[in-house]
């Protein structure tokens, strides 16, 4: 598939999803997703409370030492410390509700698989952590890949740093595009998750420059947000440390909004290769 | 089913209220509102003659709640985290007194910063370098108050109390120096100062055999030359800076650059013994040595002042193209290289070359004071000479060039110094109006300073003798009674201003 089809083909995907954007329903595992996310930002943010020391404390020296736990150094630290309860989130929590997700988008556009989304895609819990585990370790390995570049060359040379960030984000989403239809493959196909894998790999495959493009445009969309919040360091001491709060609140958003159309996108995409979707 | 439910929430209640410490909670809290004075102070201290004195005062206010609030924190006993965290809060509560009563001692109110410093040295004996933040600035206070037997006492506690860690913030960073503060304090102006310094010297030499971190031991040798320089005891100096040289590159990360221990020692054996030859060969092995050190271009430049000195001008001027070659960044150190060039070839008679010399300084290195310097340089040799044509046309010349320079850098540190020439090219065609308004023009812009009190006697000065103005040197001499009443410039002018008023 040539790339001006595959791009009227994401055109065609999102239009679909952008038409179902005022349906509540569709929007319920998302924003379930988002409260707990602001719920988590919430705890970190008051680490030091009685709720919350036991739990946020040792995730906040975990990720950044003895200084995270304070101020304001605990600002730069932050988005990492996020990351790590996104992760563990996204492999025990968004792997269902993605599920329901995947489920609700199918039945609105006319693949009505059950009457009961959210204990359907718990059924296939166990699977659905597991692809969310394996995709998560493959992703996060590829952005270990910097690694491979000399230290100094990394800080010296701005052209190779930027290379280098460009070309791990591409990689991630290639990789990304591969495991992408494999929440559909497991609750439509009701296929397990090794199967579901290979499948997605297959479907991937045929429809390739549709799906990295889709993947590539909402990462386009993050990596201003994940960059800047990499530059802790630089908003504590420049700006105001708090700053990062409103950065992370502005990432959690996004991720609401592009996290709904991504969902809804694949699922599209998935049902147009698998069946003709309406 | 209710019950076991209520229970097992009632444990984990339990179990997360036994997880919960306030004191990281507390600690938490005293760091962001110490963060945000200071982020408060920072901002007001960037134009600090347009804060008004009472966002000062309320500076200072934030500065001491926050110290009364967490300077009574309990510290639980032990070194679990918890104790850390409330000890680190009342170190909090006591930098932030310090800042309070440093504020207050800046706003003229010494009686309550030193209550303030006081506080903390009774109220955070146990933490040591609490107690020595509160103690240096107290001392620090009386020094400037001339209360120098209370200053001492306090700096002998410090020193008794923190052992020094060089490299460190706060006050185990500037603990090494105070025994030689101390002991420089205690001389005065004795005539033999060697007994004052004993003190000093046990104290370093005991650093030196018993150092607790790496780089206090050199610090202290360091400080060795110090106490050896103020004793005139020239050969102890060198033998310490031998041994700092050699001990200095062992460092992973060197406190000091070598070729600045070995230039110290040049000048010590110069200056100090007397040594010139000696010291010459000094500054031929920092260059050899030390090739990539700032101090091998200085030691290029001396080398060569030393040679013209001793009238060997080639050799001299072989040593200033030495230092052009190898040394084509070291602007300052190339902006004096051309100047002395252009002194030599002057003073060998070759005035072409020496010309040549002055007018490519302003063109080579236009933002220096040898460039402005290059342009008085030419009109005193024409006056010199008796050329009255070339010194006119050379003092016209030097007038516009200031002019322009003054003009296109106004905001360069520089334009004073040329504001100043300007004012004695005024003063050499004996413009003396004109002389005496700049003067006083930048008498004004450098209000407050030892440079300022230098063009309003020079203003002073011109007045009296020249313009014959009694009146206006009476005014300006007043003025440099006002503002400078405890300086030279001041006891100077009321000198003249008795003589004066008393002749009128």
Not at chain 1, 201 to 224: D, N
Request: charged share 20%; net charge neutral; proline share 4%.
């Amino acid at each position: 598939m040539g790339l001006f089809k595959s791009l009227s083909v994401v055109g065609w995907a999102c239009r679909n999803v952008f038409k179902r954007f005022f349906k509540g329903g569709l929007w319920a595992p998302f924003l379930l997703l988002t409260l707990i996310q602001i719920i988590a930002l919430g705890l970190l943010l008051t680490f030091h409370q009685p709720w919350s020391q036991w739990g946020m404390m040792p995730l906040l020296k975990w990720s950044g030492g003895e200084g995270a736990v304070h101020y304001p150094y605990f600002f730069s630290v932050m988005p990492v410390a996020f990351a790590r309860i996104t992760l563990i989130l996204g492999i025990l929590l968004s792997s269902w509700l993605i599920g329901v997700a995947t489920l609700k988008f199918a039945e609105s556009f006319g693949r009505k698989v059950t009457d009961r989304p959210w204990s359907h895609a718990f059924k296939f819990y166990p699977h659905l952590i597991l692809l969310t585990a394996v995709t998560s370790v493959v992703v996060f390995t590829a952005f270990l890949s910097q690694r491979l570049v000399p230290s100094d060359l990394f800080l010296t040379n701005s052209a190779a740093r930027w290379g280098v960030r460009f070309g791990t984000q591409f990689l991630a989403v290639v990789i990304q595009a591969f495991f992408i239809y494999g929440v559909a493959w497991i609750v439509l196909k009701e296929e397990n998750f090794m199967s579901a894998i290979k499948s997605s790999f297959s479907t991937a495959k045929s429809i390739f420059l549709p799906t990295v493009i889709l993947v590539g445009i909402t990462a386009m969309f993050q990596f201003p947000l994940s960059y800047v919040q990499g530059r802790g360091d630089l908003i504590t001491n420049k700006f105001q440390p708090e700053m990062m709060i409103g950065i992370m609140g502005v990432e959690i958003f996004a991720e609401l909004i592009l996290g709904f159309v991504l969902a809804g996108a694949v699922t599209f995409l998935f049902l147009w290769k698998q069946e003709g979707a309406q | 089913m209710k019950t076991m439910r209520f229970l097992m929430l009632g444990f984990l209640v339990v179990l997360l209220g036994g997880c919960y410490h306030s004191e990281f909670s507390g600690r938490y809290k005293a760091e962001e509102a110490l963060w945000k004075a200071n982020r408060e102070f920072t901002r007001l201290s960037i134009k600090p003659k347009l804060v008004e004195p009472e966002q000062w005062e309320a500076l200072a206010n934030t500065y001491q709640e926050l110290g009364e609030k967490y300077k009574a924190t309990p510290v639980p006993s032990g070194d679990s985290p918890e104790a850390l965290a409330a000890a680190e809060m009342r170190a909090i509560a006591a930098r932030a007194l310090a800042r309070s009563g440093n504020l207050r001692a800046s706003m003229g109110d010494s009686t309550e910063a030193e209550a303030i410093f006081r506080s903390i040295d009774q109220e955070f004996a146990d933490i040591p370098n609490a107690q020595g933040t509160g103690l240096l600035a107290l001392a620090q206070l009386l020094q400037r108050q001339s209360r120098t037997p209370e200053a001492i006492q306090a700096y002998e506690k410090i020193i008794n109390t923190i052992e020094p860690a060089p490299s460190a913030q706060g006050v185990e960073g500037v603990v090494m120096f105070l025994p030689l503060r101390v002991a420089r304090m205690k001389a005065g102006n004795a005539q033999n100062k060697a007994p004052f310094y004993e003190d000093a010297r046990a104290y370093y030499r005991n650093q030196i055999q018993n150092p607790k971190h790496a780089e206090s031991a050199y610090e202290a040798r360091s400080r060795l030359v110090d106490v050896a320089s103020d004793l005139g005891d020239w050969n102890e100096a060198l033998d310490q800076m031998r041994v700092m040289e050699r001990e200095v590159t062992t460092f992973e990360d060197p406190p000091e650059d070598p070729g600045k221990i070995k230039f110290a020692m040049a000048e010590a054996t110069r200056l100090g013994l007397g040594k010139i030859e000696e010291a010459a060969g000094i500054l031929e092995e920092l260059v050899a040595k030390y090739p990539e050190s700032t101090f091998a271009a200085r030691a290029l430049l001396s080398l060569s002042k030393y040679e013209g000195s001793r009238e060997n001008t080639e050799t001299a001027i072989n040593y200033l193209d030495r230092l052009r070659e190898e040394y084509p960044k070291e602007d300052s150190f190339l902006a004096q290289g051309a100047l002395y060039r252009a002194r030599l070839l002057e003073r060998t008679g070759d005035w072409a070359g020496a010309l040549e010399a002055y007018r490519s300084l302003p063109v080579e290195h236009p933002l220096s004071e040898e460039a402005l310097i290059s342009h008085l340089e030419i009109a005193s040799r024409y006056d010199r000479v008796g050329d009255a044509t070339s010194r006119g046309r050379s003092l016209g010349e030097a007038e516009e060039a200031y002019r322009n320079f003054i003009s296109r850098f106004p905001a360069e540190g520089l334009s004073y110094s040329a504001r100043e020439k300007l004012a004695r090219i005024y003063g050499a065609q004996k413009r003396w109006e004109e002389a005496i308004s700049e003067l006083e023009s930048l008498a004004e812009a450098l209000r407050g300073t030892p440079q300022g009190a230098a063009q309003l006697w020079a203003a002073a000065q011109l007045s009296e003798r020249e313009l014959k103005d009694t009146e206006r040197a009476i005014k300006l001499y007043e003025t440099a009674v006002t503002l400078y009443p405890n300086t030279q410039t001041g006891v100077k002018s009321a000198e003249a201003l008795s003589r004066l008023k008393g002749g009128e």
